[in-house]
């Protein structure tokens, strides 16, 4: 960085920063910044001490900023060097925060060790002018929307690019080239990496790439239509062959598949499958905001053969679906239970027809969340009935949903759980709730031999649980004790005795 000092004595000291933007095309942009500001410096008799720049910069966040963050974290919190004023140009250089409260934070950050930020194109402003307060505001809102609406814009036009049939950015998938097109559409030729089109009017389009990838392609599509093969047994014949995938890797079921679904292989330009702008998160978009332009170039798969590996996709996502779904997955482990008379994770493993007992931890949180799902109208059964103990012991009872109110004082969650095997020996496995809504969690084992009789209550505090799954079996060794109380000794030492019905 340059250092800069008048040639006068100076009543202040400040840091200056300058921020040339990754859309600005004026490669001297830092240099004008600062001859403006050091006008506003000298005239004000202002010495910079030091001055921080970030060229080619999105100012969507401070990600990447390092001038930036070195000037807050060193010379504002860190106070290197006393200074009273931060310099900048205007509020876009500061940045384009697409919350404006974010500009104004920096702001006050720097107010809060004792700096001001001073906007030269704006000048000073007194500390409780409400007019100088409002024109930052404003300032703020215009630079945010400012890349707000270049985005619009981009994006319309890359849109209006793709609808043409043409490439409107990014590198070649596999097995294709981008190819520079002229005014008259003519071919001028193939663009390498980091190369781009240099006259406005110049188009960029697809063609097939180098021959060796071209046939991959072909391969992957034959082996998976016309012999059988699945996305995973094509990953292997590539991967024994030596043949890298499109990252230079091996080859995957992901990294195949992506290719049997892309449509730019039968000649189809696609475009707006996912959107990220402005710093944000990146989203798939749905099918009906996709820009598709048919036979925009050529294609390296038969558009037939294309639409036939789309076909064989949509039976397997079907089939995936059924077999992945809660009703199908509970219907195959219903089956195991009434074959065996148990269900462990052996015989689950052991079943070719199964899925995996970590799907089944997945979609039910637990394993054995999973098998007490076997008994939900054994379960909502004792809830009831535990349910209606309670309303006859505390008069103030009232049902919400699936949970219950004592008094106005205190939430309660019935858990019935069926014992799972363990071994030799059986095991009930507890979730307490940690909603904010749920101050306790009742834990209610039940038998097992098909009574499924209640054996006791857990009382577990939602403040002392922290989300933690709690088991129980008779080898516990904390030896819990399922008979410490009656229903009716908990809830008196839960809500007091007065309300509590003797029975």
């Known amino acids: ?27 001297n942009s830092v240099e004008i910044q600062q001859d403006q500001v050091r006008q506003f410096a000298s005239e004000h008799e202002i010495e910079i001490i030091r001055e921080f720049a970030d060229r080619g910069k999105s100012g969507l966040s401070t990600e990447g900023r390092d001038g930036f963050n070195e000037m807050i974290s060193d010379y504002v919190e860190g106070e ?10 205007d509020v876009s250089r ?7 409260d974010l500009s104004a934070y ?7 060790h004792g700096k001001q930020v001073v906007f030269t194109s704006i000048g000073f402003g007194e500390q409780n002018d409400l007019l100088h307060g409002l024109h930052l505001s404003i300032e703020r809102y215009r630079a945010a929307s400012y890349s707000r609406e270049l985005s619009t814009k981009v994006f319309k036009g890359c849109a209006k690019i793709a609808s043409q049939g043409f490439r409107a950015g990014g590198m070649p998938p596999y097995g294709f080239h981008r190819l520079l097109l002229d005014e008259q559409r003519n071919p001028v030729q193939i663009l390498e990496r980091g190369q781009r089109k240099s006259i406005q009017n110049q188009r960029v389009t697809l063609t097939p790439g180098a021959e060796d990838e071209v046939a991959v392609v072909q391969r992957i599509f034959k082996e998976f239509v016309e012999w059988g093969y699945s996305p995973s047994q094509i990953a292997l014949t590539l991967n024994k062959q030596n043949i890298p995938s499109p990252g230079g890797c091996q080859w995957s079921h992901a990294s195949v598949r992506s290719v049997l679904e892309n449509e730019l292989y039968a000649g189809t330009m696609v475009y707006n499958r996912t959107t990220q702008r402005l710093k944000s998160a990146s989203h798939h978009n749905p099918k009906e905001e996709w820009i598709r332009a048919e036979n925009a170039f050529p294609a390296i798969v038969d558009p037939g053969l294309f639409s036939k590996a789309q076909a064989v996709i949509a039976v397997a996502e079907e089939a995936r679906r059924i077999k992945y779904s809660a009703e199908d997955m509970l219907e195959r482990l219903r089956h195991i239970y009434e074959q065996y008379g148990t269900v462990r994770t052996s015989l689950v493993a052991a079943d070719k027809e199964m899925v995996s007992a970590a799907t089944y931890a997945k979609r039910f949180k637990t394993f054995t969340g999973a098998y007490q799902h076997l008994f939900a109208e054994v379960i909502d059964s004792r809830r009831a009935e535990v349910t209606q103990t309670i309303k006859q012991l505390v008069r103030e009872t009232e049902e919400y949903g699936d949970f219950i109110v004592l008094r106005n004082y205190v939430s309660i969650r019935i858990q019935p759980v069926i014992p799972y095997p363990h071994g ?5 496995t507890f979730m307490p709730d940690v909603s904010p809504e749920i101050d306790i969690t009742i834990g209610v084992p039940l038998s097992n031999g098909g009574k499924y009789d209640v054996l006791g209550y857990l009382f577990f505090p939602r403040l002392m649980m922290g989300g933690h799954k709690i088991k129980v079996s008779t080898t516990t060794s904390e030896k819990l004790d399922l008979h410490a109380y009656t229903l009716s000794q908990a809830l008196e030492k839960l809500i007091g005795l007065e309300g509590i019905v003797s029975c």
Request: hydrophobic content about 35%.
């Open 424 to 428: 030799y020996e059986e095991e009930w």
């Open 1 to 27: 960085m340059d250092w800069f000092n008048t040639s006068k004595a100076s009543k202040w000291r400040a840091v200056a920063y300058y921020r040339h933007s990754a859309q600005d095309r004026q490669e």
């Open 106 to 112: 920096y702001t006050g950050l720097c107010a809060k």
């Open 80 to 89: 290197k060097e006393a200074f009273e004023f931060v310099l900048v140009l």
């Open 94 to 100: 500061w940045g384009r925060y697409q919350d404006t």
